[in-house]
């Protein structure tokens, strides 16, 4: 019987550590500036927005200068965050569209910002079924300017911790939307309704979750707190996890947020 016993309390042992050791994994994906300066500045906010999601227990942030080159930073991904060009045509570019599928097909969320929301390529289509939200120069508007972001649906985990306020910021207006998309953030632009954040539980992908955001343009507004609220929450969402009742935490310094001299 005290062999029984002590063998129980090593096994026990050995899951409480394993379990203790597991990490949640989020790909970070972003590029070199190709914008003018404090704009689109996608490796600065890719690494801020890592600071932001490892103050979540169990987060561990992966920050990748363009789709992985090894196909080990791939291995046991929770969820990927696009902050690049045109991140349909990224994910489903020939080179890692069979890595991709494989990834959405195992339910790995996923989260598009700003000009990541876009595809201007033959995966225009793919993009819009993955994402839930397609944006394209050939079809979109966009329009720089002031506006109160509003919640349509405040339940949503992804509104936790953030309320209605004003943004300035380069707006991407008349996407392509899937029907079963839920709207996160709307504004009202020339008399008409716009969702701007939006979130599309992916049928058929093993519970996979995505979530779309057209805003972020100017560095700046990652120094909003209720903007990085929205997506931290909304990365975490993705990975499955759980965001507090008062928001995950997103805490940054005036030092986070200096860019890189410019080149």
Request: hydrophobic share 35%.
């Amino acid at each position: 019987m005290r062999y029984v016993i002590c063998s129980l309390i090593v096994i026990l042992s050995a899951v409480g550590v394993s379990s203790a050791g597991e990490k949640t994994k989020v790909l970070l994906i972003g590029k070199d500036r190709d914008h003018p300066y404090a704009t689109h500045e996608y490796m600065t906010e890719c690494n801020l927005l890592a600071k932001c999601l490892k103050q979540s227990p169990g987060i561990e942030p992966i920050v990748s200068n363009g789709w992985p080159k090894n196909a080990d930073t791939l291995k046991d991904i929770k969820a990927i965050v696009f902050y690049t060009a045109n991140g349909g045509d990224v994910m489903f570019h020939p080179f890692n569209k069979e890595q991709a599928e494989k990834l959405v097909k195992n339910g790995v969320g996923l989260t598009a910002i700003h000009w990541s929301t876009g595809a201007e390529g033959k995966s225009g289509e793919l993009w819009l079924n993955t994402l839930g939200g397609w944006f394209s120069t050939k079809f979109c508007r966009l329009q720089t300017t002031t506006a109160k972001l509003k919640q349509p649906t405040p339940k949503h985990p992804i509104c936790r911790g953030w309320s209605e306020y004003d943004l300035r910021d380069e707006f991407y207006l008349q996407l392509k939307f899937k029907e079963k998309i839920t709207p996160i953030a709307q504004v009202e632009l020339d008399k008409k309704t716009h969702t701007v954040a939006w979130t599309y539980e992916r049928p058929d992908s093993n519970g996979g979750r995505s979530f779309g955001c057209v805003l972020g343009h100017f560095h700046a507004n990652f120094g909003e707190k209720a903007f990085r609220q929205m997506l931290v929450n909304g990365i975490l969402w993705t990975a499955h996890q759980d965001v507090p009742e008062t928001g995950a935490p997103h805490a940054i310094t005036t030092k986070d947020l200096e860019l890189p001299a410019k080149k």
